[in-house]
């Protein structure tokens, strides 16, 4: 089945194939959701999980919007990879959202959080944000208390990056940004982090077990030639 145009862009230049590979769902969904919150220079910026197939794209692209970033994972490895990738690395696991509010922001909380871990963490991500903040999150299927919303005056984006597909509305604006994230690549400032261990096709089940152990960095990607 032929590809439809308004849904790609040339590959970034400087990039490998299996790097090129890892950036359009994940890409898109990090640029959408920091574009719809209107990151620009200067913010604060807290992406959630930000070592993970989106969160690490998320980061790098908020750096590229001149932000200043930080990310929270776990010590080790993922924090190492994210100070790599240009974030100030927050361990999730011993600091807590009021302390790192406090220590990074003086207590105003963070312009704009992009949660890559969604769901119950949502409610770290309102306790995170500042007033009239922004939040944008790719995990949203739970029932949450928005009081902390509503008494900080939040906005709240949702981003589901299927919906062109789905609903064949404004197909077009994948191959716009796949376009625009190609130009950041090429300029050096987005590059996709391949998990190490490769799969083939007939391994597609254990790629999938290995995203799911939460052992993965950044992306996993599957050899289908």
């Not at 959701?33 to 969160?55: D, E, I, N, P, Y």
């Not at 001149?66 to 010590?75: I, L, N, S």
């Not at 609903?167 to 994948?174: A, I, S, T, V």
Request: proline fraction near 3%.
């Amino acid at each position: 089945m032929p590809a439809d145009a308004k849904l790609i862009a040339h590959k970034p230049k400087n990039l490998s194939m299996r790097e090129a590979a890892a950036i359009p769902l994940a890409g898109i969904t990090a640029y959408e959701g920091l574009v719809r919150a209107g990151t620009s220079a200067g913010q604060k910026v807290l992406v959630h999980g930000g070592s993970g197939g989106v969160g690490h794209l998320a980061l790098q692209i908020a750096n590229h919007m001149d932000a200043e970033v930080f990310a929270t994972g776990r010590a080790g490895e993922q924090a190492q990879l994210m100070e790599k990738l240009g974030a100030t690395a927050i361990d999730f696991t011993s600091e807590s959202v009021e302390d790192y509010v406090a220590k990074y922001t003086q207590g105003a909380g963070f312009d704009v959080v992009y949660d890559s871990v969604g769901g119950e963490n949502l409610k770290n991500s309102m306790d995170a944000a500042a007033l009239n903040g922004q939040i944008a999150t790719t995990v949203s299927l739970l029932e949450l208390d928005l009081s902390t919303a509503h008494f900080k005056g939040l906005s709240l984006h949702v981003v589901f990056m299927l919906i062109p597909m789905i609903h064949n509305f404004k197909r077009e604006e994948h191959g716009q940004i796949l376009a625009e994230l190609a130009k950041i690549a090429e300029a050096g400032a987005l590059v996709p982090v391949v998990d190490p261990k490769t799969f083939d096709l007939s391994q597609a089940g254990d790629a999938h077990a290995h995203l799911a152990s939460g052992q993965a960095i950044g992306k996993v990607v599957v050899n289908v030639i």
